[in-house]
Nanobody
Framework: QVQLVESGGGLVQPGGSLRLSCAASRRIVGFSTMGWYRQAAGKQRESVAI???????NYADSVKGRFTISTDNAKNTVILQMNGLKSEDTAVYYCNLIVGFGNYWGQGTQVTVSP
C-alpha cells in the first residue's frame, strides 16, 4: 500500500507559477507511471503530465511548454512545476502512481488562477 500526499496548491495570478509536490509514503521501485491529473469544476478528470519509469514524459497539449514533471533522486516525490499559469488551469490537481497491480491517488490540491 502507498499513500500519496500532495502539497503546493494555492491562489496565483495569471502568468504566475506554482510548484506542486507529491510525496509517497515509501520509496517507489519499479513503478509503471507517476503523474498528475486535474479536474475542473463540472468537467472530467484529465491527464496533465505523466512520467514512465524509463523517464519518458507525456504532457497534455494545453500545458506543453509551461509545465514540467520531475521526480527526486529517491524516487519518492514527484514534482509538477507550473509556469505561465492561465485561468483555465484552475482545478483540483491529483497525483497518481501505478506500480504493480496498484493504482494510487492522492487527496488532491486546489490550484486557482485568478487576478
Amino acid at each position: 500500500q502507498v499513500q500519496l500526499v500532495e502539497s503546493g496548491g494555492g491562489l496565483v495570478q495569471p502568468g504566475g507559477s506554482l510548484r506542486l509536490s507529491c510525496a509517497a509514503s515509501r520509496r517507489i521501485v519499479g513503478f509503471s507511471t507517476m503523474g498528475w491529473y486535474r479536474q475542473a469544476a463540472g468537467k472530467q478528470r484529465e491527464s496533465v503530465a505523466i512520467m514512465s519509469s524509463g523517464g519518458n514524459t507525456n504532457y497534455a497539449d494545453s500545458v506543453k511548454g509551461r509545465f514540467t514533471i520531475s521526480t527526486d533522486n529517491a524516487k519518492n516525490t514527484v514534482i509538477l512545476q507550473m509556469n505561465g499559469l492561465k485561468s483555465e488551469d484552475t482545478a483540483v490537481y491529483y497525483c497518481n502512481l501505478i506500480v504493480g497491480f496498484g493504482n494510487y491517488w492522492g487527496q488532491g490540491t486546489q490550484v486557482t488562477v485568478s487576478p
